[in-house]
C-alpha cells in the first residue's frame, strides 16, 4: 500500500502564495507518476499538475500554466506544489494521488491512490 499525507493549505488573500506538500511512505513501484487534483463545492475532482517520480517530467493544466508549479525532493519522497498568484477561483480541497507506470494521467479515475485533502481557500 502507498500512503499520502498532505499538508500546506490555508487561507490566503488573492495573489499570495501557497507550498502544499505530499509526503509519500509504504510500498513504491519501480515507475510511478504523482499528481495534484482540486474539488470545489459542486464540481468535480480536477486535474492541476503531476510529475513522472523517475525522470521529473511534469505536466500542468492550463488554467494554473505559469502560476503553479509541481516538484519532487527524492531524498525526502515528497511532491510539492508551489502555487503563486492565487486567485479565489483557485479555492478547492487539494488532493494528492499516486498511480503506478509512466503515463502522467489528467483523469482521477487513473489514479489508485490518494491523500486525504487539505483545503486552499483564496480570498478576495
Known amino acids: 500500500q502507498v500512503q499520502l499525507v498532505e499538508s500546506g493549505g490555508g487561507l490566503v488573500q488573492a495573489g499570495g502564495s501557497l507550498r502544499l506538500s505530499c509526503a509519500v511512505s509504504g510500498r513504491t513501484f519501480t515507475s510511478y507518476v504523482m499528481g495534484w487534483f482540486r474539488q470545489a463545492p459542486g464540481k468535480e475532482r480536477e486535474f492541476v499538475a503531476g510529475i513522472r517520480w523517475s525522470s521529473g517530467a511534469t505536466y500542468h493544466a492550463d488554467s494554473v500554466k505559469g502560476r503553479f508549479t509541481i516538484s519532487r525532493d527524492n531524498a525526502k519522497n515528497t511532491v510539492y506544489l508551489q502555487m503563486n498568484n492565487l486567485k479565489p477561483e483557485d479555492t478547492a480541497v487539494y488532493y494528492c494521488?499516486?498511480?503506478?507506470?509512466?503515463?502522467?494521467?489528467?483523469?482521477?479515475?487513473?489514479?489508485?491512490?490518494w491523500g486525504q485533502g487539505t483545503q486552499v481557500t483564496v480570498s478576495s
Open positions: 494521488a499516486a498511480r503506478s507506470g509512466s503515463i502522467i494521467g489528467i483523469l482521477a479515475s487513473e489514479y489508485n491512490y
